[in-house]
């Protein structure tokens, strides 16, 4: 069982920065792929990006690649989404997730089996 609990979302204006922070619980972290994924109401939970349990490999949605940057740190448990040049349609409630499935659909809502309570971004135009 993993728990997860995101930080570090707020409100900014578009072009700025915010970096999110998610917290597992359990022994057993650094094996998991990392993922985060964003939702609007009424829309489909959406992948934003995902990290391989080394650290090593990542993968981001075309909508965010070149301005967001995932990372983690398996001795703190914590993985990172710092997300720069920040645009008005990236606000969602964001989610971290666990993972592991496979990495090649690590884009997949299917293949996280543990979400956190998600986190609000807001950006203003």
């Known amino acids: 069982q993993v728990q997860l609990v995101e930080s570090g979302g707020g409100l900014v204006q578009a072009g700025g920065s915010l970096r999110l922070s998610c917290v597992a619980s359990?022994?057993?972290?650094?094996?998991?792929?990392m993922g985060w994924f964003r939702q609007d109401p009424g829309k489909e939970r959406e992948f934003v990006s995902a990290?391989?349990?080394?650290?090593?490999?990542?993968y981001y949605a075309d909508s965010v690649k070149g301005r967001f940057t995932i990372s983690r740190d398996n001795a703190k448990n914590t993985v990172y989404l710092q997300m720069n040049s920040l645009k008005p349609e990236d606000t969602a409630v964001y989610y971290c997730a666990a993972s592991r499935g496979n990495w090649g659909t690590a884009n997949r809502p299917t293949e996280y089996a543990y979400w956190g309570q998600g986190t609000q971004v807001t950006v203003s135009s």
């Open positions: 359990g022994r057993t972290f650094s094996s998991y792929t």
């Open positions: 990290i391989r349990w080394n650290g090593v490999s990542t």
